[in-house]
C-alpha cells in the first residue's frame, strides 16, 4: 500500500491552538498515514547549505517564534526518529547524485510540529525532517521529491510543510477580509496542481502578477515543487480548501493517496 504524499499550509504558530477549518480537515486524514512506518518532512523554517536529515531518536519540540501567548512555548510534540529511515533516505538521495548528511542535534521546528499536531496527534510514527538547502531551485526541489518518490512504496510518507501564500508584511490579525491577490494566487495554484501544469508551477512570476504579492519570498512555496515531484504518478490529489486567515495566509493543503 503507497503512503500519502502531502503539502500543508501551516500558518502561524497559532495554528497550533486555532485549528479551525483547516485543522479539523488535516485530522480527518489521519487514518491515511496508519499503515506508515515513518513520516518524512520538509519544512522553511530549517534552511541550510546543503541537505541535512534529522536523525536523533527523539525530537525535541522547537519553539522558533516570539511574540505570541504563552501557551504556545509550552507545546510539546513527542516525536521520535528513526535511524534506519533516515540511512535509508539518505540512500534513495545518494542514487540520484544528491548528498545529505544527518544531523542528530535538530529537532521539530514549527513547520514541522505545528501541521503534525492536527494531523497525527498521537505522535505516534517516527518523523525524520529534512531540512530546504538554501542552493536549490524550484525545479531541483522538484528532482528531489522525484528521487523520494520509490519510498512511498516502502511505508514513508513524504510532506512538504510550507504555504499557498505567505506575506508576514500583510498581515491583519483577525480580518475577515481577504487580500484578493491571495484569493486570486489560491486558486490559480489549486487549479495548476490539478491540471499538474508544472512548467507553469515551477515558474509563477512568468504567469501571475500575484505571485510575488503573495510571496515576498519563495521558501513557503518552494515545499509545494517538493510534495509535486514525491507526487508523482499518482492521481489527481484532493484539496482541502480552507479558509485565507489574516487578510493574506492561505491554509489549504493537498493530499495525495
Known amino acids: 500500500m503507497s503512503s500519502p504524499v502531502m503539502f500543508i499550509s501551516h500558518g502561524s504558530p497559532m495554528f497550533s491552538v486555532e485549528p479551525g477549518r483547516a ?29 541535512k536529515l534529522s536523525s536523533a531518536s527523539k525530537l ?7 511574540g505570541f501567548p504563552s501557551e504556545l512555548y509550552e507545546i510539546e510534540y513527542p516525536a521520535t526518529g528513526d ?3 533516515a540511512e535509508e533516505i539518505k540512500t534513495c538521495l545518494k542514487s540520484a547524485g544528491i548528498s545529505a548528511v544527518s544531523d542528530d542535534n535538530h529537532g521539530l521546528d514549527h513547520g514541522a510540529w505545528v501541521p503534525l499536531i492536527h494531523l497525527r496527534p498521537e505522535a505516534d510514527i517516527p518523523i525524520i525532517q529534512i531540512s530546504l538547502d538554501q542552493s536549490h531551485s524550484l525545479s531541483s526541489l522538484y528532482e528531489m521529491g522525484q528521487a523520494l518518490a520509490p ?6 510518507a513524504i510532506i512538504g510543510s510550507g ?3 505567505h506575506n508576514l508584511f500583510d498581515i491583519r490579525r483577525g480580518s475577515e477580509q481577504v ?3 491571495a484569493s486570486r494566487f489560491q486558486e490559480w495554484v489549486r487549479g495548476k496542481v490539478r491540471a499538474r501544469a508544472l512548467g507553469q508551477l515551477m515558474n509563477p512570476q512568468e504567469y ?4 510575488k504579492r503573495a510571496h515576498p ?19 489527481e490529489p484532493l484539496v482541502l480548501e480552507s479558509e485565507i486567515l489574516n487578510y493574506a495566509i492561505s491554509m489549504e493543503s493537498y493530499i495525495w493517496k
Open 179 to 181: 487580500a484578493p491577490y
Open 163 to 165: 504555504g499557498i501564500t
Open 83 to 85: 535511524v534506519n529511515c
Open 60 to 66: 525535541e519540540t522547537i519553539h522558533d517564534f516570539g
Open 217 to 235: 519570498t519563495a521558501e513557503h512555496y518552494a515545499p509545494l515543487l517538493f510534495a509535486l515531484g514525491a507526487s508523482e504518478g499518482s492521481e
Open 208 to 211: 501571475t502578477n500575484d505571485f
Open 151 to 156: 519510498l512511498k512504496e516502502k511505508g514513508i
Open 23 to 51: 485543522g479539523l480537515l488535516l485530522n480527518e486524514q489521519s487514518a491515511c498515514f496508519d499503515h506508515c512506518r515513518a513520516i518524512l518532512i520538509l519544512s522553511p523554517h530549517r534552511i541550510t547549505n546543503g541537505t
